[in-house]
């Protein structure tokens, strides 16, 4: 068994592109402050949902063309 952690959704990255890891970085961070600064509530709950959905269409628009 290896003491390495699991990898999360934000290690998938299979292009290696280096935006795609831009983006799931800067959500990542976003979504922390916001873990460790808002109340969990609702709100709270729409708000990391939504930035995850955001950093969903940003990869895929980094890839496909409209």
Do not use: C
Request: charged share 25%; hydrophobic share 35%; no cysteine.
């Amino acid at each position: 068994m290896s003491d390495s952690p699991s990898p999360t959704l934000k290690d998938f990255n299979p292009s290696g592109s280096g935006v795609v890891a831009e983006i799931k970085q800067r959500t990542d961070d976003l979504m922390a402050f916001i873990e460790e600064n808002v109340p969990s509530n609702r709100h709270r709950s729409i708000a990391l949902t939504n930035y995850e959905q955001a950093a969903m269409w940003g990869v895929k628009a980094n890839f496909v063309g409209d």
